[in-house]
C-alpha cells in the first residue's frame, strides 16, 4: 500500500478530521488534512534529498499523515496514543511488521516532551512538523482575544524549509510580522521544538540553521 492509498482511505480520514475537531475544541490551531499533507510532504522532500530509497520515501509520507491522529484521544502524550493507532491501522490494512515500525517509531517519537529521532524517518517528521508555522492555521478570527499561540503562528507570514545543495545544512528560513508577535515570543513557544529540530538534523547528517526576518537565530 502507498502513500496515495492512505489518503484515500475514508477510515484514516474520519480519524483525522475528528482528532482536528477535538482540537478545535480545546482551542488549537489546524492540525487538519492542510497539516497533515504538508508534514508529509516536507517529510519525503527531507528523505529524497538526502538519498533514501523510494519506499522510505514513501513509508515517511505515511507516518506524516498519521502523525497527529492521537489528538483524538487526548493532546497530551498524543503522539504515543497515536503511534498506537497507526499501529492498530497499519496492522489492519496488512503492513509488513518491519514498515509497521518505522513508520510507529517515527509517530511515537515526534513530540518535543518525549520525542527522540531514533530514525532517519523519525527525523524527517520532526523536522516537517516542527516547520509548519503560518498564518492560516489560526482558527481564531478576533485578533484581540488571541493568545500567544495564535500570535505567533498569525505573525509568520512565510515559512521555508530547504537543504542546501551540498547536503550539510537544514534550514528553516520565517518572516514574521512583529505587529502581531515578536521574535521572542517565537522562541517563548517554540524552543523545544527549535532544540530538538537540531537533534533531528544531527540524525540525517545535517546542521539546523534558523533564520528569522535574515536574522540567524541558531
Known amino acids: 500500500m502507498n502513500y496515495r492509498e492512505i489518503r484515500t482511505n475514508e477510515m484514516i480520514n474520519t480519524y483525522i478530521r475528528q482528532a482536528d475537531v477535538a482540537l478545535s475544541e480545546l482551542g488549537y490551531t489546524e492540525h487538519s488534512f492542510p497539516h497533515v499533507t504538508s508534514v508529509a510532504e516536507k517529510a519525503g522532500y527531507i528523505l529524497q534529498t538526502m538519498g533514501y530509497d523510494n519506499r522510505m520515501i514513501e513509508l515517511a509520507k ?29 496492522d489492519h490494512l496488512d503492513f509488513p511488521p518491519e514498515e509497521t515500525c518505522m513508520i510507529v517509531a517515527a509517530i511515537g517519537n515526534h513530540d518535543e516532551g518525549t520525542g527522540v529521532p531514533v530514525s532517519p524517518m523519525a527525523a524527517a ?33 512565510k515559512a521555508d524549509l530547504q537543504i ?17 508577535s515578536s521574535v521572542m515570543d517565537y522562541f517563548e513557544i517554540f524552543l523545544d521544538r527549535m532544540i530538538l529540530c537540531r537533534k533531528a538534523a544531527e540524525r540525517l547528517g545535517l546542521q539546523f540553521k534558523l533564520t528569522i526576518n535574515d536574522q540567524q537565530m541558531l
Open 62 to 90: 505515511i507516518a506524516g499523515y498519521l502523525h497527529d491522529i492521537g489528538n483524538l484521544v487526548n493532546r497530551i502524550e498524543h503522539s504515543q496514543s497515536g503511534a498506537i493507532m497507526a499501529f492498530r491501522i497499519l
Open 125 to 157: 517528521l520532526i523536522l516537517a512538523d516542527k516547520s509548519d508555522v503560518r498564518r492560516n492555521r489560526v482558527r481564531n478570527e478576533d485578533i484581540s482575544t488571541f493568545d500567544i499561540h495564535d500570535r505567533v503562528n498569525y505573525s509568520v507570514t
Open 164 to 180: 542546501d545543495d551540498a547536503h550539510e545544512i537544514v534550514e528553516l528560513t520565517l518572516k514574521i510580522d512583529t505587529e502581531y
